[in-house]
């Protein structure tokens, strides 16, 4: 059987966090967008990658058809993501949806550059 949430909670979860739900409750994808300045530098990598670092599975980050290992400061560093770029977040494990809420929140405070 199918676990699915409710037809009004799940709208109200995807209008503002744009996050997907899979079957899987440890599976989860969002989007951010770079809001500073200088993009993707070293400081904001390395940001990423140390929580990224904490997700107990697998954690990507990238543009469709460009998703690198956001465990990697070189794989983030190469996405070369300037300010405006709209980037995806995808994770699973067990506490990927708690990683992933801390890492948008670097974005959304950019990176508090």
Known sequence: MKDTLTPALDASLNKDSNQTFS?????????????????????????IVKLASLVEGKIYIGTEGNMVNAKSIMGVMTLGAGQGTELLLQAEGSNAAEIVEKICTLFHNRFTE
Do not use: C, F, T, Y
């Open 23 to 47: 079957q899987d409750p440890n599976q989860v994808e969002k989007k951010v967008i770079v809001k500073n300045k200088a993009g993707l530098h070293s400081r904001p990598s390395s940001m």
